[in-house]
């Protein structure tokens, strides 16, 4: 073994050993490793930051950004609330999530599956009060499995197929994985529904400012207008929209009549709402109800669009003492009061009558441009420029039809998937389902980089030829096992080494070796190239090997070590599961 070589293995070695200490940040490990690397000659300096323009760095902050799209769109609420009303346990949440990512999986890139169910994972651990990490490494988990079922699941399936196509003249089609991956995906979701509890609960380590912050109930305004989907429908409908995290308390029907909220009054057009609950409650509401919360008047002045951002009223603040109405708001400002927030007080008047005091929270609508010269004229602190959903424009049905179509461009094989994720990402902003300011929050820096920096570190292997002695290892070892234990091995190596290629890599990498001890011990290839595929498929070991796991690392606050306390058992039962069924669908 060569220097590098040593070199290669001790950098990757102590960094994998950082990473499970958890003492620093993971992408300040990263970069660390990448620096060593290039210190010590492993990694050629001009191939340094050869990272930051790999596929995986596009794919991932691509799906990052779409993914917040999607969320951000409302649509999401409106499918929980169509198809999954009563969902409220943990347990079943989980299940419906995992399942419909596993089945998604099958037949889209894993990817892109697991994209359109993050926001709804998050609805979910909202209205189940509990963390977004309960949810989201089983999910990722479950798009692995789901796409170990055809051809088109995963890269390695694709992989794999090619390179029996080289050696036989014939490749796997669409369903030669099926027997073996539904197998598995069943056994897989059983597991992580039964012991899901395995991951330790965390919230976002790099938890926003709108997270932390811990606002009151808000009280708003809205109107039920001619639109409105609730109208003569009950209350109790109404309420369901905001997955009882709201209440009303007093329905104006006209301006003498006040009508008791009770569960049972039917709605009509033209009743006057005023809602308490949380802002997201409050935006699910309106939005799905198609409530009106400013009535006809338009804020935005222009060709601005309007926005909605939450301020606290300063102790100098012009609007202490007064009301929206006697300080004409609209008519001076051009600014729509949506909704008000008073800590240890119920408000019960209608939001234009409200008088406002001194530390008062308040959600203020306008033109974007001119919205933070008003806020100092009126004496109103942002909260960290915290801006909201309620009361702004939602694209509908556009995101979700974006992301539809960047996964067919994969499917039909007319884009690769960097491409469509990428062509997607741009079109959320273009199509303005997610505002200029907000996208770089929607893309979680440190992942990406160190995504980018792992890149180069993990090639080292590769380009000093240590990949080379690991080969000549193991068929040595391998040639004096039984075809089960041949089998096993292959897998296990498949998934060990997939951390550090990516999975695509480690099929290109495997497959011949995976090949060679078929023919040298008198077998035929199949059963030992699908152990490959499944191998590079289901990294469960580490947030790096694949970037269904990456995507889900920072929304989740997971650490390096969370992933084996799941991963590692359902990594051991994949084992179990797929060595007797490939020998038995794939005689040897």
């Not at 006209?254 to 709605?267: C, E, G, K, N, Y």
């Not at 001076?332 to 005091?357: C, D, H, M, P, Y």
């Not at 306390?565 to 051991?572: A, D, E, I, K, V």
Request: aromatic share 6%.
């Amino acid at each position: 073994m060569t220097t590098d070589q040593m070199m290669s293995f001790a950098v990757i070695a102590l960094m994998m050993a950082a990473f499970v200490w958890g003492r620093f940040r993971y992408d300040l490990v990263a970069c660390g490793a990448l620096i060593a690397a290039v210190a010590i000659g492993i990694v050629p300096q001009a191939e340094a930051f050869s990272g930051f323009s790999d596929d995986i760095v596009i794919i991932v902050g691509s799906a990052l950004l779409v993914s917040a799209g999607v969320a951000r769109s409302g649509i999401m609420e409106y499918a929980i609330q169509r198809f999954a009303p009563e969902v409220s346990s943990v347990r079943a949440q989980l299940a419906l999530l995992v399942i419909i990512v596993t089945i998604l999986s099958a037949f889209v890139k894993n990817i892109g599956a697991l994209a359109i169910m993050i926001p709804i994972a998050f609805q979910f651990a909202r209205r189940s009060n509990t963390s977004p990490s309960v949810f989201l490494m089983p999910m990722a988990f479950g798009s692995l499995l789901g796409g170990l079922m055809t051809l088109v699941g995963t890269s390695p399936n694709i992989v794999v197929s090619r390179v029996r196509q080289e050696m036989t003249g014939e490749a796997f089609s669409m369903f030669d994985f099926t027997p073996v991956g539904a197998a598995l995906a069943v056994s897989g979701l059983v597991f992580l529904v039964l012991f899901y509890w395995l991951l330790p609960i965390r919230t976002r380590a790099s938890a926003s400012i709108h997270e932390a912050l811990d606002v009151n109930n808000y009280v708003t305004e809205a109107r039920l207008v001619g639109d409105s989907t609730v109208v003569g429908k009950t209350l109790a409908d109404l309420l369901k929209l905001g997955g009882s995290r709201a209440v009303v308390t007093s329905i104006l029907r006209s301006r003498a009549l006040h009508v008791t909220p009770f569960p049972d009054v039917i709605l009509r057009e033209g009743d006057i709402l005023l809602i308490e609950g949380v802002p997201e409650a409050l935006d699910s509401i309106v939005t799905q109800a198609k409530l009106s919360v400013t009535g006809s008047r338009d804020s935005a002045g222009g060709k601005h669009a309007a926005a909605a951002v939450e301020a606290v009223i300063g102790e100098n603040s012009s609007l202490i003492g007064g009301s929206a109405q006697r300080l004409a708001l609209y008519d001076r400002f051009n600014v729509n009061l949506l909704a008000v927030s008073r800590k240890g007080e119920r408000i019960q008047e209608r939001l234009g009558a409200v008088t406002l005091r001194m530390g008062d929270v308040v959600v203020l609508q306008g033109n974007r441009q001119t919205l933070p010269d008003i806020l100092r004229e009126l004496g109103c602190l942002p909260l960290a420029e915290r801006s909201i959903l309620l009361g702004s424009v939602r694209r509908g049905i556009v995101p979700l039809a974006i992301l539809v179509a960047a996964m067919g461009a994969t499917a039909l094989g007319l884009l690769p998937v960097p491409l469509a994720f990428f062509t997607a990402a741009v079109a959320m902003v273009l199509f303005r389902v997610i505002p200029l300011r907000e996208v770089y929050g929607a893309i979680d820096g440190p992942i990406l980089v160190m995504l980018a920096a792992l890149i180069p570190v993990s090639d080292s292997l590769r380009r000093t030829g240590a990949t080379d002695i690991i080969s000549a290892w193991l068929a040595e070892f391998a040639s004096t096992l039984p075809p089960a234990g041949a089998l096993t091995l292959i897998m296990v190596v498949a998934m060990a080494v997939t951390p550090f290629l990516n999975n695509a890599a480690t099929v290109l990498v495997v497959a011949p070796i995976a090949a060679g001890f078929a023919t040298t011990l008198g077998y035929r290839p199949e059963a030992f190239l699908m152990a490959v595929a499944i191998g590079a498929g289901c990294d469960f070991l580490t947030p790096i090997g694949h970037q269904c796991n990456t995507l889900v690392m920072g929304p989740g606050g997971y650490r390096f070590s969370d992933y084996p306390r799941l991963g590692l058992p359902l990594s051991l039962l994949v084992i179990l599961v797929a060595v007797p069924m490939l020998m038995l669908v794939w005689p040897m």
